[in-house]
């Protein structure tokens, strides 16, 4: 019978190579979000980035491919950030509180950022499409939406209707604010909170 402990010394060098490798490329990822934001997209050259993460163009050029991988791998990145932020949203005593509770998160989100955004929502690099495949990933980060939505429409809060006709229409509602936010249009959340409440109000089901 051959011992299991090589085997498990095996596994626990991988994991730790793993998570070496997943903290080195989370280091890229935001230098290059940071000079996105800084300095712009003619600094995103992978000679720029690993001379500001400390790294060879070796190193970037065998996680990312090129610079169209790199920013795909921002684009995704962006919205793994943001799936994030919308699944750490506690749940609330009803579904309906738990779905107001996730616009602020999502403002939050954009905001906090700012180079994975400008990325993922205003072409901040020129020439750059994500595949059909990331469109795809990107917007099944934003899953969460959907879920409580159809929790409301259970709950009878909200009328029968597809859950993701809904949260798209609150995305866009969501996206139009924050964009005259960052323009600097708006001061505070206050234009968010009511558009984003005023499209949920849409939907809910008529109680009087």
């Not at 980035?49 to 684009?75: D, N, P, R």
């Not at 229409?169 to 600097?184: D, F, T, V, Y």
Request: charged share 25%.
């Amino acid at each position: 019978m051959t011992s299991s402990a090589p085997r498990g010394l095996q596994g626990a060098y991988l994991v730790g190579e793993r998570a070496t490798q997943d903290e080195l490329r989370g280091r890229l990822l935001d230098v290059a979000s940071q000079l996105l934001v800084t300095i712009g997209p003619e600094s995103l050259s992978m000679r720029r980035i690993a001379t500001e993460a400390g790294c060879s163009t070796t190193v970037i050029y065998t996680m990312f491919g090129s610079k169209e991988g790199l920013a795909e791998a921002l684009y995704l990145e962006g919205f793994e950030r943001f799936r994030r932020r919308l699944e750490s949203v506690p749940a609330r005593r009803n579904a309906l509180e738990h779905l107001t509770a996730l616009g602020p998160a999502y403002r939050e989100a954009a905001l906090a950022e700012p180079g994975y955004y400008a990325l993922m929502f205003e072409r901040a690099i020129p020439g750059f499409l994500p595949s059909e495949r990331a469109r795809t990933l990107a917007r099944a980060a934003l899953n969460v939406l959907d879920r409580v939505i159809a929790d409301c429409i259970s709950a009878g809060y909200i009328i029968p209707t597809q859950p993701r006709k809904i949260a798209d229409a609150l995305w866009a509602a969501a996206q139009g604010a924050i964009s005259l936010e960052r323009a600097g249009h708006l001061r505070d959340s206050r234009t968010y909170d009511a558009v984003t409440y005023a499209t949920i109000s849409r939907y809910l089901v008529d109680r009087s």
